[in-house]
């Protein structure tokens, strides 16, 4: 039974958690005995168990991992195998899940792809939910490290001339993705990774002249690689390697005639399989209500410049490809309205055909 596991591996799992109950398995029936509290949260465990078995003809240990953590915390259960899917990684205290549908679609991307670049505004939870994929992947042992890189330009300063030895250098620019670890792994076990480089946090410029095999690469403020530099990163993937790129292209901060590799990727590796790109908005904003608006108020005012700006055959190469960006989004954004509009229609005329 798949519900069991291989060799009963479910059941011990099970037993393992809820020390006060006994389970006896006999074919298709599970006797369950023990304190009363603890037989109902087992009983909880074995239905959610045989919902997703019926739902998807298979059971991760992922799946086992969500349910025993979801009713032993005592939260709502989910009401279909999607609410399962949300679910990226157990951590002791809690599940990091997908909470829109931008972050549910980087998810689902990256369990089908080996390269995905995502690409939206501040605040949509790129770095996070890339960092949350990856941990759960060295969880799962599907890889055996993790590489996290960030140019290191945002500040305008270079490296060099910055107080420090390499590590004091490169903290506050690589910080974030600290924070992010740190949120899904317990502080020793964070320790450990880092001294033993399981996970490795690394300016993008220290890749080069390096070949990662069964690694989990994350490329983060991608906005800020350059060509050169975007093409050295993506050639790092060794056998049974992944990436996950984030970025946001209204936060370039490289010098002004700096083509970014960013920018470029779509047209160049967009249609290749194995490669995905998902695009997050202001509807994937999970940060302060506020910053939805902030961002929403900052896209009008550039577009609002954009159409006054006259003309120039002298363009700088950052505005060409702003613009160019710009119009990419526009057409995906009705691209996705007029597939909208199709959903609809086929609604109402269902409903008008239902009627008659």
Partial sequence: MLVYGVQDANLRRIADEFT???????GNEVT????????????KVFAELLFLVNRNGELQSRDLDAVINLIVAGKPQPQSVA??????????SDAVKAKTDGQRRLVAEARRNDVVFVIGPAGT?????????????????????????RPAVEAGESLGFLPGDLTQKIDPYLRPLYDALQDMITAEKLKEYLEKKVIEIVPLAYMRGRTLNNSFIILDEAQNATSTQMKMC????????????TGDVSQIDLPAKVASGLVEVP??????????FVYLDKRDVVR????????EAYDKAQAMKERLKPVRHDAD???????MWEKRDLERRELEKSELDKRASVAIAAADIEKK
Avoid: C
Wanted: proline content about 1%; hydrophobic content about 50%; charged content about 30%.
């Fill in 83 to 92: 609410d399962f899917d949300d679910v990226i990684l157990i951590t002791k």
């Fill in 125 to 149: 939870g790129k770095t996070y939910t890339a960092v949350a994929i990856a941990v759960a992947a060295l969880k799962q042992r599907e890889i055996a490290r993790i590489v996290l890189a």
């Fill in 288 to 295: 302060h209500r506020l910053v939805r608006e902030i961002i």
């Fill in 32 to 43: 369950l005995r023990g304190e009363e509290r603890e037989v109902i949260l087992v009983e």
């Fill in 317 to 323: 190469p950052r505005e060409t490809e702003r613009a």
């Fill in 20 to 26: 006060g109950v006994k389970i006896a398995a006999r």
């Fill in 267 to 276: 047209a160049l590796l967009e249609g290749i399989e194995g490669i995905s």
């Fill in 234 to 245: 993506l050639t790092r993937l060794g056998m049974n390697s992944r990436a996950i790129v």
